[in-house]
């Protein structure tokens, strides 16, 4: 008999589902996104992901390396916050000095990875979500290169929701936003791509629908209601606000990711809620014209609470 | 109709198409047996019997004067070898009579029984000499299952085909071929309980068992003139982990949730398994004590996967090397189901009465893979049967925070192992929660 038979505790089966699984359905959710910022952007935002992404794996190899850990950077999730990061960078402007343009997603990757992640216990225990942290990190520091957006097509180089702070019109059709011909984050032009990758995560059980459609939801009735007791209702308005900005990749990406989001389906829906409140009012009554990341990671700190008041009943336990 | 079922769970491969095709093969005891002294929840029995005593197929070799105990019953017929202790299937020594078969099988007087004419105190004990215990792997003593306090309204006798362990077939099989016992062990039970309804709770994976029972149950229905034959049903359960767990058995066919530390009873229910029935109905209608067990022999490394019919003390090698079980590409040994059943690190021990299976199973079955940090995916909370919130316990277990693990109702975990097995990070979550439940539950005993 075989002396290297195991002997361990049941069960002795497992599903073939494993975190780099995961994470390579999340990468490949990012492709449409991915490919129309690059599309529409050029050479520079390939760079810019390319940096982010290639750097935010070096540090977290670095890092485990330091501290004699296990590497982990296969299981990809360092990849992930890289990509997602890069994804929500404005692509590099011609006119700009070409350090400042390698030397910003280095500095997100390395405060998302090591600052945000990796001193907080790495994988599973980061308090927010890293990229988006970077992001904010970065518009406090960087302010002029983070909300400078390349032209798209020639047309204004404004976002759609900066043209609507300013209380300026908008150029393109609700339509053009959706589809994504127009200027913001590298990743974030497109609606329509990034749908198609959010699909398939839910597909993928690898999210649920009630974030993002919790959050969507949400951040549309607000501006409805808004548009309602602000001069009549204004359905375009409700468009811009749901496909001009970063709503769509926060609210199936970012808001959705497992470390920072509740376990359970009722607090998953009061913090999906939570953030698109707090995004409409930063919105459009706050003084940045784009509220996502802010609201997101202010409601990741509030998870925690949201887990200890909504434990579920236990089967067998009273009603 | 739609197929009933319970809230959450999982699906895990079925890989019973290796055994369930394959019909009942009786294969007889080589050279001695072991009846081993306690193959049941409760007081182990002591030997009734010295070394050198001649034993017959169905005596009594084994009894306990404790209550929560059952017999053990010789075999084979042939000479007392040796009372020693031995490995027992679950890890640990204990006693074992070794009886040296004479391959003659001469037996007992072994006399049926009629039950409808009897009283229901003398049910119990036949049931009880005739050594029944749960077969579905507990081994709960059936007697006292069968008598739960006066004051329990029993609605519902439940009889668990859903068999929902992958690579398990036994009971499959026994519905096939023994359709028509399962519904006369099912009026015994009844005619305990009159007003209760006997539903046989059954998994649509196995459209071919529903359709025998229901046939079966029709037959018997139009023959019998007994007012319990109109009292029974079979159900149609989803395929799904746990379907066959007693708690979500009862919450399917029901819907009654039994309350958390409280019995199938306080919910008025009694759940029995497909072959615990046929074993009531031998005991009655042939006089015969439990002496059988039907096992299924799976997994990639079994060349001759089956379901085989042995006696109780065949020892598992004789089994494996009879079905051509190939150890050295085994990875793991397993006794009973791969979710819940036993990794065994030695064959030569012998087949007791809850030994439902023998698995050999190769690494590309098991998916085990290498423990990583958890990624609070979830996956674990939406398989878990009893809505808890199996990572936190998880963390909870390993930070010794026994206090926030029973707040958290750790306490009410069943360890079926759903959330172990879904884990993308391999946690071993299960493995952790079952040794504080162990830890905090003797703790109470002092």
């Known amino acids: ?319 | 109709m739609s197929s009933l079922t319970f809230k959450k769970g999982i699906h895990p491969k079925h890989a019973k198409n290796f055994t369930k095709d394959k019909a009942i093969e009786y294969v007889l005891p080589e050279g001695d047996v072991t009846i081993m002294l306690q193959q049941h929840i409760g007081a182990p029995c002591s030997a009734l019997v010295k070394v050198g005593d001649e034993v017959l197929v169905g005596q009594k070799i084994g009894d306990s004067e404790s209550f929560v105990s059952a017999p053990v019953h010789s075999t084979v017929s042939g000479k007392v070898k040796k009372i020693m202790d031995v490995l027992h299937p679950n890890g640990s020594k204990s006693s074992g009579i070794i009886i040296e078969n004479d391959g003659l099988y001469n037996e007992v007087d072994m006399t049926p029984k009629d039950p409808y004419t009897m009283s229901k105190d003398d049910i119990l004990a036949t049931i009880r000499e005739a050594g029944i215990v749960g077969m579905g792997g507990a081994g709960f003593p059936t007697f006292i299952k069968l008598n739960p306090p006066k004051d329990k309204v029993i609605d519902y006798i439940i009889v668990n085909g859903a068999e929902c362990e992958p690579y398990l077939t036994s009971d499959h099989r026994v519905m096939l071929e023994e359709a028509d016992r399962v519904i006369m062990g099912l009026s015994v039970i009844l005619t305990l309980y009159p007003e209760a309804k006997g539903i046989i709770g059954i998994e649509d994976n196995k459209p071919d068992a529903i359709e025998a029972m229901k046939n079966a149950l029709a037959a018997f229905q139009k023959e019998s003139n007994l007012e319990i034959a109109k009292n029974m049903e079979v159900a149609t359960l989803a395929t799904k982990y746990p379907q066959g767990a007693e708690k979500q058995l009862i919450y399917s066919v029901t819907k009654r949730e039994v309350p958390a530390g409280k019995l199938p009873a306080d919910a008025g229910c009694i759940v029995q398994n497909i072959d615990t029935v046929v074993a009531i109905h031998r005991a009655f209608f042939r006089g015969r004590p439990l002496m059988r067990r039907i096992v299924t022999l799976s997994g990639e490394n079994v060349k001759n996967p089956g379901n085989y019919k042995v006696k109780i003390g065949t020892s598992y090698r004789q089994l494996i090397e009879y079905a051509g079980g190939d150890l050295e590409n085994t990875k793991k040994i397993i006794s009973g189901g791969p979710m819940m059943g036993i990794a065994i690190f030695d064959i030569d021990i012998p087949i007791i009465k809850t030994s439902s299976s023998i698995l050999l199973l190769s690494d590309q079955e098991m998916h085990s893979g290498e423990e990583s940090p958890c990624i609070r995916c979830g996956k674990c909370v939406d398989a878990c049967p009893m809505n808890l919130l199996p990572l936190d316990l998880d963390r909870f277990a390993r930070n010794n925070a026994n206090e926030a693990f029973e707040t958290y109702k750790g306490m009410n975990c069943i360890e079926c192992g759903s959330c172990s097995f879904v884990c993308p990070s391999k946690r071993h979550i299960v493995q952790s929660i079952r040794t504080t439940r162990r830890t905090i539950m003797a703790e109470r005993r002092k």
């Open chain 1, 1 to 319: 008999m075989s002396e290297l038979t195991i002997v361990s505790s049941s069960p002795h089966v497992r599903s073939n589902d494993t975190t780099s699984h995961i994470m390579r359905d999340v990468i490949i959710a990012l492709i449409p996104a991915t490919l129309v910022g690059f599309y529409v952007f050029g050479v520079a935002a390939i760079f810019t992901v390319l940096i982010s992404t290639v750097s935010a794996v070096f540090f977290e190899y670095l890092y485990q390396k330091l501290m004699h850990e296990p590497v982990r950077i296969n299981d990809g999730s360092a990849a992930v916050t890289g990509l997602l990061l890069g994804l929500n960078l404005p692509a590099a402007l011609p006119n700009m000095p070409y350090m400042l343009a390698i030397v910003v997603p280095i500095i997100g990757s390395l405060f998302a990875i090591i600052v945000v992640k990796q001193l907080f216990g790495g994988i599973g225990n980061n308090f927010m979500n890293p990229a988006l942290a970077a992001r904010a990190f970065l518009i406090i520091s960087f302010a002029e290169h983070m909300t400078t957006w390349p032209e798209v097509d020639t047309v204004a180089s404004a976002t759609i929701l900066g043209s609507l702070k300013e209380g300026g019109v908008v150029d393109q059709s609700v339509f053009e936003a959706f589809i994504g011909t127009v200027s913001g984050s590298i990743g974030e032009v497109s609606a329509l791509a990034i749908l198609i990758g959010g699909l398939y995560l839910i597909a993928r059980k690898v999210i649920s629908y009630r974030i993002p459609v919790f959050y969507i939801g949400t951040v549309g009735i607000f501006v409805l209601l808004y548009s309602i007791f602000n001069g009549g209702l204004d359905l375009s308005l409700v468009g811009y606000h749901l496909f001009g900005g970063g709503l769509m990749l926060g609210a199936f990406f970012m808001a959705t990711d497992y470390t920072t989001s509740p376990m359970t389906s009722i607090g998953q829906i009061i913090f999906a809620v939570g953030c698109g409140i707090i995004t409409a009012l930063i919105r459009l009554f706050g003084a940045y014209p784009e509220g996502v990341s802010f609201a997101i990671i202010i409601m990741n700190l509030a998870v925690p609470l949201i887990d200890r008041y909504t434990i579920p009943r236990a089967f067998g336990e009273e009603k």
